[in-house]
Nanobody
Framework: QVQLVETGGGLVQAGGSLRVSCVAS????????MGWFRQAPGKEREFVVS???????DVADSVKGRLRISRDSARNCVYLQMNSLKPEDTAVYYC???????????????WGQGTQVTVSS
């Protein structure tokens, strides 16, 4: 079972930047594909970005050009760099791991506990 721990959330002003990190532990083959989902208050959980073991990424249109995922396989980490943040980016951000490249939450079998990102206007 892959375990995921997120860090780095917090409060930032609109237009600012923030980076959240996720450290993974467990079987390497179980975290070939990793990503981030988010859930805002009163809304459904939504896909943000994902990355494959060889660096291929998929980015939701709503964050394209502003949020970027990267991974450091040597450190078993994935990062979400968030720039030009907007109040609508306010949400709990979840790190996920799975065995396929997908935008569906059900395709990821490991989830972190989530980290709160709040963007003030």
């Amino acid at each position: 079972q892959v375990q995921l721990v997120e860090t780095g959330g917090g409060l930032v002003q609109a237009g600012g930047s923030l980076r959240v990190s996720c450290v993974a532990s467990g079987p390497p083959f179980s975290r070939d594909y990793m990503g981030w989902f988010r859930q805002a208050p009163g809304k459904e959980r939504e896909f943000v970005v994902s990355i494959s073991w060889n660096g291929v990424t998929d980015v939701a249109d709503s964050v394209k050009g502003r949020l970027r995922i990267s991974r450091d396989s040597a450190r078993n980490c994935v990062y979400l760099q968030m720039n030009s943040l907007k109040p609508e980016d306010t949400a709990v951000y979840y790190c996920v791991a799975g065995q396929s490249m997908s935008r569906y939450a059900t395709d990821y079998f490991s989830w972190g506990q989530g980290t709160q990102v709040t963007v003030s206007s």
